[in-house]
């Protein structure tokens, strides 16, 4: 492409070395504002990051749509921007509602009193995975796009090639069907690593817990194996919507793929808002507490 002078071993030595110092920076000032800040570093990071694009994708927005657009076009757009304000809006409130949304399962202790035991409850998170089985499931897709990037200039008119670059592309319904299927499929499986139900049933027993109407031990971990397929059924169409729908918009409607807030960044977005609210919270009731035993 023109974009290196001298292209050979050194250059790219030198370019993969600059990268990683940089990376490794980056990763430093994370630590930086996890330990002297609020809120996770990297992931304050990445939500800066993404957020710093809306300002140019609305720029480019207005300077393509707008500016040059004949009276009848103006209002369409308008109408569009209307339309797609709102679906942003109730998107991120689905987004907030889902992420919160968990099932409580309750949980009574034989050697606990009455009105402790009433109050137990193991709590199961319908979105348990969070983002990541979005960013697998992308990183997934992108390294096919990326190999077959390498055979772009001998094979572009074969057609293995041409198959292949179908269905691993996010502009087809090829490429969108598979998106969708491996994040389902990797929702399961990061859930079932973040709760193990052979685990939590034998934590349960050996602090003399049990659920009601549940036995104790392999019937409890099958009863938690059950209810987390159930949530993470829920959690993995929940994730695919959500990702899916900008790739169905940029191809049904012709919407640019570019969107700053796609569905993977808005996933990240609204998750590190959440929980930067909730660190916040958290610092603001600690510091009144503080301050009651002080008074005190």
């Known amino acids: 492409l023109g974009l290196i002078d001298n292209p050979g071993f050194v250059t790219y030595l030198l370019i993969a070395l600059f990268m990683t110092a940089g990376s490794m920076f980056v990763v430093w000032i994370g630590e930086q504002i996890t330990e002297y800040g609020i809120g996770n570093g990297t992931s304050i990071i990445i939500f800066a990051g993404i957020l710093a694009q809306i300002p140019s994708e609305l720029t480019f927005y207005y300077q393509n749509n707008i500016v040059d657009a004949t009276s009848s076009e103006l209002n369409q757009q308008m109408i569009y921007a209307g339309v797609f304000v709102l679906v942003f809006i109730l998107l991120i409130m689905f987004i907030i509602f889902m992420s919160q949304a968990e099932r409580q399962i309750p949980v009574r202790y034989s050697k606990r009193a009455n009105s402790a035991s009433q109050k137990s409850h193991l709590p199961l998170k319908i979105n348990s995975a969070g983002v990541i089985p979005v960013i697998?499931?992308?990183?997934?897709?992108?390294?096919?796009?990326?190999?077959?990037?390498?055979?772009?200039?001998?094979?572009?008119?074969?057609?293995?090639?041409?198959?292949?670059?179908?269905i691993f592309n996010l502009e087809q319904p090829a490429g969108i069907a598979i998106y969708a299927i491996v994040i389902i499929l990797f929702t399961f499986f990061y859930a079932h690593i973040q709760i193990n139900p052979e685990r939590a049933a034998e934590n349960l027993q050996k602090a003399g817990g049990y659920i009601p109407s549940i036995r104790p031990g392999l019937a409890t971990k099958e009863y938690l194996q059950k209810m987390l397929n159930r949530l993470s059924a829920v959690g993995s169409l929940f994730l695919m919507g959500v990702a899916v729908l900008p790739l169905l918009g940029a191809y049904f409607f012709d919407m640019p793929q570019s969107i700053a807030l796609g569905g993977t960044s808005l996933l990240i977005v609204v998750g590190v808002a959440l929980d930067t609210a909730k660190q916040i919270e958290g610092r603001t009731i600690k510091r009144q507490y503080v301050g009651f035993i002080h008074d005190k």
């Open 136 to 166: 697998f499931a992308s990183s997934l897709i992108m390294v096919p796009q990326t190999v077959l990037g390498l055979f772009a200039a001998d094979y572009s008119d074969v057609s293995w090639y041409q198959v292949l670059s179908t």
